[in-house]
């Protein structure tokens, strides 16, 4: 991740400041609300030593999640509060940090996601709107900020180069990806939703085992599980099993909320386990690139047994992960006798598999 310099607030010590990138460049200019929020949101102690309160709490009362409250024939209207580049230099492509004001009217459960409806007229019927695009929301219910009124998403650019010449052509970039990282303070968006079953954290077990596996922007969900484990005070819900993330980039410059995972692994070891593959920068067994099926296959029998024992696995991002890491599964069960398709048969049948990829 690219760390961008943030004022140190005189509340802050040298570990504080870790929490930093949680929070966007653009909420230092002129609007003295959003300068209290900023405030707000970087006076964060040490997780180890307390947590943040949130507000409100009634945001734990419902029994069911919240479903598509809003329609993209009656889409709400929020606000962009700020947008921050997220990646360093060598990261290939751009990927932003987006924090949205819903004022509460939108709420949301961990693991849910958005539907935003860029502006402009749909090409492909002419006289109507864009069709919406679903983003996993990349907060937890109580939003950046820990009062209830806002949600984050984790959105790479999309942008296409041509392949004869390798110069960018604009007419073909993402039109939703493009709209929402160009996004400044105070501009409107349309928002549908929230939507979504399949990713949301199963709460009933308290000391559960939680295996997060992610490429790219498919860390969204999980910034917002782990943010509810380790840096919110909730009455409702006190986590004391063991999360573990597994996260593949491209490169050092590519990590997403690495300060966040950095400090929870250092501040909750029994509790948080984090590991990172870098396809540029590091090598597997077998002298290739390091993508995220390597890792999983470097601790299969660990995860394994964790998920004999009734461990959750989860797997968001790009839909190309899937067949490398179903692949890797399948061969490493089959090297320890047992048929794959029993076991992910098994799983389903538990419900401790989530897959979200797109």
Known sequence: MAHLALSQASNLNSQDKLWAPVITLNLKANHSRLRNRHVTCMSVQQASVSKVAVSPLGLEDAAEPPLNLHKPKEPYTATIVSVERLVGPKAPGETCHIVIDHGGNVPYWE????GVIPPGENPKKPGAPHNVRLYSIASTRYGDFFDGKTASLCVRRAVYYDP???KEDPSKNGICSNFLCNSKPGDKIQITGPSGKI???PEKDPNATHIMIATGTGVAPYRGYLRRMFMESVPTYKFGGLAWLFLGVANTDSLLYDDEFTKYAKDYPENFRYDRA???EQKNKKGGKMYVQDKIEEYSDEIFKLLDNGAHIYFCGLKGMMPGIQDTLKRVAEESGFSWEEKLSQ???????????Y
Do not use: A, D
């Not at 693991?111 to 958005?114: D, E, I, K, R, V």
């Open 278 to 280: 870098l396809s540029r």
């Open 347 to 357: 799983l389903k049948k538990n419900k401790q598999w989530h897959v979200e990829v």
């Open 111 to 114: 693991g849910q996601s958005y």
């Open 199 to 201: 990713m949301l954290l």
């Open 164 to 166: 004869e010449t390798g």
